[in-house]
């Protein structure tokens, strides 16, 4: 199975290609006035608006650092909206067996942090989809289901 491998801090985590729309180059963001701390901004994509998360504020306290490999992953899942997620040295595609990931030992709190694997490093399995926190969640507008046309 295909993984795109980043980190956050001096950990790795995988997001399953699957789930991935498209990793873009970081960009400028309309900023999204009193929206809570883990939102970084609104990115318009392809004329469309996509809330962006930054994944060092939500998992490590602070923003994520502004470098060339610093990307924006847009993520989906099913019938969801595309949310984009910045995520620092997100250039790696790596391939993993599902069976290479464990359970990591630990109880984790977080419900999207999953399985680990070892390549010599850990690398934690992270369920994208459900990475923003309720609050964050809160703060989005989703678009509301147009009516079917006949």
Same mark, same amino acid.
């Given at each position: 199975?295909? +993984? !795109?491998?980043?980190? =956050?801090?001096?950990?790795?985590?995988?997001?399953?290609?699957? %789930?991935?729309?498209?990793?873009?180059?970081? $960009?400028?963001?309309? *900023?999204?006035?009193?929206?809570?701390?883990?939102?970084?901004?609104?990115? %318009?994509?392809?004329?469309?608006?996509?809330?962006?998360?930054?994944?060092?504020?939500?998992?490590?306290? #602070?923003?994520? $650092?502004?470098?060339?490999?610093?990307?924006?992953?847009?993520?989906?899942?099913?019938?969801?909206?595309?949310?984009? !997620?910045? $995520?620092? %040295?997100?250039?790696?595609?790596? #391939?993993?067996?599902?069976?290479?990931?464990?359970?990591?030992?630990?109880?984790?709190?977080?419900?999207? *942090?999953?399985?680990?694997?070892?390549?010599?490093? =850990?690398?934690?399995?992270?369920?994208?989809?459900?990475?923003?926190?309720?609050?964050?969640?809160?703060?989005?507008? +989703?678009?509301?289901?147009?009516? $079917?046309?006949?």
């Amino acid at each position: 199975m295909l +993984f !795109l491998v980043f980190h =956050l801090g001096a950990d790795r985590y995988a997001i399953p290609a699957k %789930n991935i729309h498209e990793v873009v180059p970081l $960009a400028s963001l309309r *900023l999204a006035p009193q929206a809570p701390e883990g939102i970084a901004g609104i990115l %318009n994509y392809h004329g469309n608006p996509v809330p962006v998360a930054d994944l060092a504020q939500i998992v490590c306290g #602070r923003k994520a $650092a502004l470098t060339m490999h610093t990307r924006i992953i847009l993520v989906s899942s099913g019938d969801s909206p595309v949310l984009g !997620l910045i $995520a620092e %040295n997100a250039t790696d595609f790596r #391939r993993f067996d599902e069976t290479a990931f464990q359970p990591s030992g630990v109880k984790a709190p977080s419900h999207w *942090l999953g399985k680990v694997a070892s390549d010599g490093d =850990l690398i934690q399995w992270i369920h994208a989809e459900e990475i923003f926190p309720p609050d964050v969640l809160a703060a989005i507008a +989703f678009p509301e289901e147009k009516p $079917a046309v006949s």
